[in-house]
């Protein structure tokens, strides 16, 4: 029983010197660390009561039966943030702490291995919709999109919407009106390109302009001279095809990165 509580409080006290003050302060404004601090109160209470059986010569009681609690996989950002508050004692700075980290790594990684982190990173980052338009555009494709501008006297154009595209229709997302954001996300991580449209696009462009975004877009201009339907092409950019070659599923895995020698 001593050697229970013993443990108890040598945990609690290791807890207490990783989520200090100032962790805690940084930890609430991470993903997942809600979690974190619920089982920090739970092992705090477990250890009080331990200690106060000890003082009053109770025989511990087991403890009444629960149901099994739900295991919660955490997504890469909630373990990111257990890395950052779990692995650094109090008084470090998580943060600069994290880049040092990520430096020493990168001096052991080679080509391949740096690679296969930036594919997992933005892997990480993606939704399913997105990953069914990098899907549909695979094949070398190219979809219709649009912008919706309005020309403004004397100020720059004022953009009504931006990115609207027929290759959501054809991937089959679920989320039709997002099909905007979704391909101006894809395109800050460099994994499409917009260029011009070639002369194959017409019907998806007669479909585009009777949209009902591209419409509404439109209709919120408080006047329709200098609004303008700009045309253009969505594809694959260079650096999109290679992520795809590194994470479709129908293509056997990669080789291993092999350690530098």
Known sequence: MAAAAASALVTAARLGRLLGRSGWRLARQMPGAEVLEQEADRLRRATADEV???????????????????????????????????????????LREAMSELLERSVETNRTGSRAYLYGSILSQLIPDEARIIAALADGSAYAAVDVVRKQLGRPA???????????????????????????????????????????LE???????????????????????GVRVLRKA?????????????VDPARPALPAARPPS
Do not use: C, K
């Open 158 to 200: 004022r953009t009504l919407l931006t990115n609207a595209s027929s290759v959501g229709r054809a991937a089959g997302v679920a989320n039709l009106e997002n099909v905007p954001t979704y391909l101006t996300r894809l395109a800050a991580l460099g994994l499409v390109e917009f260029d011009e449209p070639g002369p194959g």
């Open 203 to 225: 019907v998806q462009f007669d479909v585009l302009t009777s949209d009902d975004r591209v419409r509404d877009a439109e209709r919120r201009a408080t006047s329709r001279r």
């Open 234 to 246: 969505v594809r694959l950019s260079d650096f999109g095809r290679e992520f795809w070659a590194a």
């Open 52 to 94: 106060r059986r000890l003082v009053d010569g109770a025989t511990p009681q087991p403890p009444p039966r629960q149901a099994a609690p739900t295991v919660v996989t955490p997504n890469p950002e909630e373990q990111r943030a257990a890395y950052l508050i779990g692995v650094h004692p109090a008084g470090a700075d998580p």
